[in-house]
């Protein structure tokens, strides 16, 4: 019975429930009965075999991510903002600063 | 633009003491941590400026024991959790959670739930780690994703913050979580697809 279901997901699941299973998979554990089914979707489905390398990219990417903007300077804050930030400081009222 | 008088710091020296010194040796970096968790450059900026004021608010408690950006980065991240419990008494977009990647025509799958434009074929991904204009590609793609799936996405894969962790962070359900990840990922993966790996594959290497 529990073969059969198993059977059933797998034959029948589409490429949007693989892409999402294969997603989770990345946060979390799967139940046996999706492993399976996912499992037996990638092995059939070149397309949700390459999505799954690719997110499995994005978290490598993120990982790196921020040192890589270090390292390269890409981001800055701009010099509007600088200027903005700037005159909010000294228009801080003046009591407003020994508190807390 | 030199310190105003009255508000001269009690020893100009002293870095702690003076926020033009703050901004200027440590705006930058303030402000990538902060767009690397929000996402988008205006609340990034914004997060910046609360967070060098409420320093400014707080400056006798800087006892120089630890380095000036280590404090100023401990005063931004709270003011990052402030911001992110703001926007949900704001009522982040469930409903466009709920909605799925069902909304309008931009779902990557048919209505029988195929790829409608299945990934392809990327070519050297690790060489793209270390070109500068693939970071500018990817923070383009990252700041055009919506704002409640880019906290979910930037706070899982940049913070690595685990799910249960999530969960209580952003209030929703798990149901609700697995949707803005999964669709997270298939709006970044496309977006890289379509800026960088296609631009990118001049020859026949979209054929596998």
Redesign the interface.
């Known amino acids: 019975m529990n073969r059969l279901r198993r059977l059933r997901l797998i034959v029948t699941l589409r490429c949007e429930s693989a892409s999402e299973l294969a997603s989770r998979q990345f946060d979390e554990p799967l139940d046996l009965a999706d492993r399976l089914a996912l499992g037996g979707h990638l092995i059939v489905c070149p397309a949700c075999r390459r999505f799954r390398r690719q997110i499995q990219f994005l978290r490598e990417a993120c990982r790196r991510r921020i040192h890589s903007l270090d390292a390269i300077e890409l981001d800055a804050l701009s010099a509007g903002a600088r200027a903005r930030i700037l005159r909010s400081l000294r228009d801080a009222p003046p009591d407003a600063r020994p508190d807390v | 633009?030199p310190p105003?008088p009255?508000?001269a710091a009690p020893e100009p020296t002293d870095e702690a003491a003076d926020?033009?010194v703050w901004?200027e040796r440590h705006?930058?970096?303030l402000?990538?941590?902060a767009?690397?968790r929000v996402g988008r450059r205006e609340a990034a900026?914004d997060l910046?400026?609360e967070a060098?004021?409420a320093a400014?608010?707080?400056?006798?408690?800087y006892r120089g024991d630890s380095a000036a950006r280590t404090w100023l980065l401990g005063i931004l991240r709270r003011k990052i959790a402030d911001f992110y419990r703001r926007e949900r008494a704001a009522g982040a977009t469930i409903e466009a959670d709920l909605a799925g990647?069902r909304d309008g025509g931009s779902s990557p799958?048919d209505a029988?739930?195929?790829?409608r434009d299945?990934?392809?074929?990327?070519r050297s991904?690790e060489a793209a780690?270390d070109e500068?204009d693939f970071?500018?590609v990817?923070?383009g793609c990252t700041s055009r994703l919506p704002g409640h799936l880019a906290r979910a996405f930037?706070l899982?894969?940049?913070e690595?913050v685990d799910?249960d962790r999530l969960l209580a962070d952003l209030r929703i359900n798990a149901g609700n979580?697995?949707i803005r990840?999964?669709r997270a990922?298939?709006l970044?993966?496309a977006c890289?697809?379509k800026h960088w790996f296609d631009a990118d594959s001049d020859g026949p290497s979209r054929h596998?």
């Not at chain 2, 299945?118 to 990327?122: E, L, S, V």
């Open positions: 633009m105003t009255d508000r926020p033009a901004l705006g930058d970096a402000y990538r941590f767009r690397a900026e910046v400026q060098l004021l400014l608010r707080s400056v006798d408690r990647p799958f029988r739930g195929h790829w299945a990934p392809a074929k990327w991904p780690l500068a970071w500018r990817f923070e930037l899982r894969e940049v690595g799910v979580l697995r990840l999964h990922r298939l970044l993966r890289l697809e596998p």
